[in-house]
């Protein structure tokens, strides 16, 4: 069993900062990549930002020069860097994990709501 396990998640006004954190049971480098994805109410699951096991990163465009990813690997974490939070990043984060066969792993959910 592969457990990810998310904390970090809260209120912050507009312009805020918050720090999401995402403990996997198994060394992060047994995935093919982890990342973030978010779900606002009626959309659909997006993927936010992604780190591979080599340590390339990619961002969604709404979020490029805002949010950073990055990780502890003696901690099995992975950490998602939110600066300059806009009402429209209210969502539910998931962390996820790819593994190399493909199957996907996925944290619980944390609210993230940004509202003044």
């Known amino acids: 069993q592969v457990q990810l396990v998310e904390s970090g998640g809260g209120l912050v006004q507009p312009g805020g900062s918050l720090r999401l954190a995402c403990v996997a049971s198994?060394?992060?480098?047994?995935?093919?990549?982890m990342g973030w994805y978010r779900q606002a109410p009626g959309k659909e699951r997006d993927m936010v930002a992604a780190i591979t096991s080599g340590g390339t990163t990619n961002y969604a465009d709404s979020v490029k020069g805002r949010f950073t990813i990055s990780r502890d690997n003696a901690k099995n974490t992975v950490y998602l860097q939110m600066n300059n939070l806009k009402p429209e990043d209210t969502a539910v984060y998931y962390c996820n994990g790819r593994g190399f066969s493909s199957n996907n792993y996925w944290g619980q959910g944390s609210q993230v709501t940004v509202s003044s």
């Open positions: 198994r060394n992060i480098f047994s995935f093919a990549a």
